[in-house]
């Protein structure tokens, strides 16, 4: 079964404009942690926010913040102001405290950003 | 500069042999992992170490195979018995739970390596 679900394929936004990609989990674990990552074409990944089952708050990262519902089991980024240099594929990942050695990815959704 | 190497960046082979991709990291971490990307998949988990001379089978396992001698390496060979292997690979490592890692420590991944089998 899916782990993470991200369930948008692509997304274009404007430059300064706000966007939210989502991404939805699958735990019965009451542990886990929730990460961002960023994938230029060039390949890299790059971590961008974390955010823990037992955070209260949401996740801030400059630019970068989580939308974290955890009874609906979502982890929403919201990247504001959007750059051209944000143009990349997002991908949304977990780890789970019964299974502490995986990091498991969503599908990724590619953002546009245009002028 | 401390990092994860992977080489080649591209790499082509024939249909029916081997390849062996290359993953290096002198991050002191105990864990690696091999990830396949194919579009519209993301990442899905191959092989994963979480000390050396120890593996276990990730999502995806079937056709590959992987050693760790060696803390800093954990080479993938990609067999002939793997029916889809062109890919772009990446290989990540973090430190565990023994070095201090908690919920919040992050993978580093490494560059990856395009295989194309023709």
């Known amino acids: 079964a899916q782990k993470i679900t991200q369930t948008q394929p692509g997304m274009f936004v404007q430059e300064k404009e706000a966007v939210t990609l989502d991404c939805t989990y699958d735990t019965s674990d009451q542990s886990y942690g929730l990460f961002w990552y960023k994938q230029p074409s060039s390949g890299e990944m790059i971590f961008l926010i974390y955010?823990?089952?037992?955070?209260?708050q949401n996740a801030t990262e400059g630019r970068y913040s989580l939308n974290f519902q955890k009874a609906r089991k979502s982890a929403n980024l919201v990247i504001s102001a959007s750059q051209l240099g944000d143009s990349a594929m997002y991908f949304c990942a977990m780890r789970e405290i019964t299974s502490w050695g995986k990091f498991q990815f969503g599908a990724g959704t590619q953002v546009v950003v245009t002028p | 500069d401390g990092g994860i190497t992977q080489s080649p960046k591209y790499l082509f082979r024939k249909e029916g042999q081997n390849v062996t991709l290359s993953c290096e990291q002198n991050l002191n971490h105990d864990a690696m992992y091999w990830y396949r990307q194919d579009p519209g998949q993301g990442l899905r988990l191959i092989y994963y170490s979480q000390i050396v001379n120890d593996f276990q089978k990730g999502d995806i396992a079937e056709g590959y195979s992987v050693s760790r001698e060696k803390k800093e390496s954990f080479p993938l060979t990609v067999t002939s018995a793997q029916k889809n292997p062109t890919a772009f690979y990446l290989c990540?490592?973090?430190?565990?739970?023994?070095?201090?890692?908690?919920?919040?420590?992050?993978?580093?991944f490494g560059q990856g390596t395009r295989l194309t089998v023709v």
């Open positions: 990540a490592s973090s430190p565990s739970r023994g070095q201090g890692a908690r919920m919040n420590t992050e993978a580093f």
């Open positions: 955010q823990g089952s037992y955070d209260e």
